[in-house]
């Protein structure tokens, strides 16, 4: 999700040792390699791979323009020169050529690393997403909404949810349960998502006192089992995950939460 620079890529340039590229390695006898003219060595690499050496691979690393982490596990939208390539996270494989990357979710093609930054969006309304799908307690009656996906046992998400209190007039805050961890956050998402009184089922989660609260017989798991299979679909892999105003997306804690509101909204009305 982050975007690394030019120097970033080069921790993969180890990855293409001779030890592990035999069929690109050079002879032990070769000669000193001559340094070929910019755009030489992807034109090799790209489109004729067989021509290329260790040297040229390197090179193409080494001169990469920018590189994005796309959400898709394990591929990212690289820049050299003028072509755009996927890459895979060790920088093995890459699909060169004439492809087309859509963001079918948001009808749009991802042309640029610019175009890749707006991947980070999740816009649930826009997919079709409505609150009785979701396993979540509303904290809050702030008009502005925030989704964040939580475990009723990570401690990262507490510490998100102890900074909510002060911001609770501004924000509508959706807790969305997504237990992770282990077994007991399955029982306590169960408990909280299952007790009739959400008053009584937000404080408890807030306390984090879940004996307090019991699973009845006949309880509709519906929406928890419907958001386990959400966070897979939106390849939600850690919690805290947070969708802001704007509908970009957030991973993990902060110390200031009220600063990544305000920030995020401010980008919001710029953009506008």
Known sequence: ?????????????????????????????????????????AGKVLD?????????????LKNLDSFKRLPIAGLNLAKAGDRMVLMSDNGRFAVIGNFRLLDVWNAREVKTIADAEDLNRLD??????????????AYGQGKT???????PM???CHHLIGQMGALKDQYTFRLVMAPVIGEESVRNARKLVCEPDKAKALQSLIGQ??????????????PLQKTLLMT???GIDGVPFLVLPSTKTYRGGT????????????????AK
Not at 124 to 137: C, Q, R, S, V, Y
Not at 145 to 151: A, Q, R
Not at 258 to 268: A, F, H, P
Request: proline letters at 7%; one cysteine or more; glycine letters at 6%.
């Open 1 to 41: 999700m982050r975007i690394f620079s030019p120097a970033g890529a080069l921790g993969l340039v180890a990855l293409f040792s001779s030890a592990m590229v035999p069929a690109l390695a050079e002879s032990a006898k070769a000669p000193p390699v001559v340094p070929v003219e910019a755009g030489d060595w």
């Open 48 to 60: 004729r791979p067989q021509d290329a050496t260790t040297h040229d691979v390197r090179a193409l």
């Open 124 to 137: 649930l309304k826009k997919i079709g997403i409505k609150d009785e799908d979701l396993a979540m307690l």
């Open 145 to 151: 909404v925030v989704t964040v996906f939580i475990d």
């Open 154 to 156: 990570c401690k990262y």
């Open 209 to 222: 006192n879940y004996d307090g609260i019991k699973e009845p017989p006949n309880c509709n798991l519906g």
């Open 232 to 234: 897979k679909f939106f």
């Open 255 to 270: 110390n200031n939460l009220k600063e990544l509101l305000e920030n995020d909204i401010k980008s919001l009305a710029e």
